[in-house]
């Protein structure tokens, strides 16, 4: 662990090191290289650590399909990402290290990408061991000279070849997975995305494409990519404009901001921090008679500026003490976990004794929720004030978070 740190210190002072552009190329592909071995020797790290927990949770009677609980999170916290990221990650590098052995190499020495070696996994992963094996050793002597977009295109094209009815059957299962998902964009925009089949999706498309060309045609002064982000979200919402949207609004900001012209920016519910000025034309502008915005105020504490009480004269909603741990915590309150939440959970738990309070409660996702039960790890609110939450896993390795600033 030492000689670990140490490196990354001497890579801090690498560049005032480096003296021309020859060497500063040299360095560019010796850090890559760098990057790659460094991603494999953690994979191997993360498939002991994962094998050792799992044996241990089963050791102290945790049922086998439960036994892999709680390793996604910790591995989570350790890399800063979510449990779910990690998850996929432990799962990939199980499949490099067991299944792929050459791909692994490859990754192990340099020579390709963790992007590259995900891909051969995730491509691979219907297949039957035998038939995954054989498409590693093909793609061994081709997968070094590739780009990230041909390894893929291989991986597929090989992974099809091996077992075709397989490639059907994943198929299958795709259009199972058809989803519909919110991400925030830059400038307070946000990308709704749709997973379909392959017809429908083209098939969705081409109705958009068709009625913003005839719009055009008659001189309608939008872009026809206006257009057509305009009409689908009429079409979604019922609307007579895209503008005309009716919501309850979950703005958090201060009472300044919203009356006063102070610019501290607010935060909407389920995007993120918006400027103030947006969020005050979002509150008034929209009060139209095509539409009605409703506004819940929230209070926050002056000092901790965290969401700390809730007006509760709502109308067509109750559980205003619901409500409020949601907008206070915003997305699950596990450290790195950007889940939404799911569950709300008694940080002492209510059967023993914990109150359910703002205080002694706070918003997870499912998986955050389950895992704080298994052996080994605890939850305690050490700052009421600033409600900071400590996670202790069973490592004995300790986590804190605090509320987003409202």
């Not at 996604?72 to 499949?95: D, F, I, M, N």
């Not at 390894?151 to 075709?164: K, M, N, Q, T």
């Not at 005309?244 to 921090?273: F, K």
């Not at 008694?346 to 918003?363: C, L, V």
Request: charged residues 25%; proline residues 6%.
């Amino acid at each position: 662990m030492h000689e670990l740190t140490g490196l990354v210190d001497r890579l801090a002072a690498l560049p005032s090191a480096v003296v021309d552009d020859a060497e500063r190329i040299d360095v560019i592909a010796a850090l890559e290289k760098l990057k790659a071995a460094a991603g494999a020797a953690q994979a191997q790290i993360i498939t002991q650590f994962a094998a050792s927990q799992e044996a241990a949770n089963t050791a102290t009677g945790v049922p086998a399909r439960h036994a892999a609980r709680g390793v996604p999170e910790q591995v989570g916290l350790a890399r800063r990402v979510s449990p779910a990221a990690a998850a996929r990650q432990v799962t990939q590098a199980r499949a490099l290290i067991e299944q792929l052995p050459a791909t692994f190499t490859l990754w192990q020495r340099g020579e390709i990408s963790e992007h590259v070696a995900t891909i051969v996994a995730t491509e691979t992963s219907h297949l039957a061991a035998d038939d995954r094996q054989l498409v590693d050793k093909q793609l061994a002597g081709l997968l070094p000279t590739l780009s990230p977009k041909r390894a893929h295109a291989a991986a597929r094209r090989l992974a099809i070849e091996a077992d075709p009815r397989a490639a059907v059957q994943r198929a299958g299962r795709a259009r199972e997975d058809r989803l519909v998902s919110i991400r925030p964009a830059p400038d307070t925009m946000a990308v709704l995305s749709a997973l379909l089949p392959c017809e429908q999706g083209v098939a969705a498309y081409a109705a958009l494409r068709r009625h913003a060309d005839t719009l055009v045609g008659a001189g309608d002064g939008r872009s026809r990519d206006q257009i057509m982000a305009d009409t689908l979200v009429e079409r979604l919402t019922g609307q007579a404009t895209a503008d005309a949207v009716s919501a309850e609004i979950g703005l958090v900001m201060t009472d300044a901001a919203l009356l006063a012209g102070d610019d501290t920016a607010a935060d909407l519910d389920d995007y993120g921090p918006v400027p103030a000025e947006l969020a005050r034309t979002i509150a008034r502008g929209c009060d139209t008679e095509q539409a009605r915005v409703f506004v819940r105020r929230l209070f926050t504490d002056p000092a901790a500026g965290i969401v700390t009480g809730c007006d509760p004269r709502r109308r067509r909603f109750d559980g205003s003490l619901a409500k409020l741990l949601v907008y206070r915590d915003r997305t699950c309150r596990d450290p790195f976990c950007d889940a939404p939440i799911r569950h709300l959970d008694h940080i002492r738990p209510h059967a023993a004794g914990g109150a359910t309070t703002p205080t002694n409660g706070r918003g997870v996702c499912e998986r955050g929720n389950y895992v704080r039960h298994m052996p080994g790890w605890s939850i305690h609110l050490i700052d009421p004030r600033r409600h900071v939450v400590e996670t202790t896993t069973p490592t004995g390795h300790r986590y804190r978070s605090t509320p987003p600033h409202g």
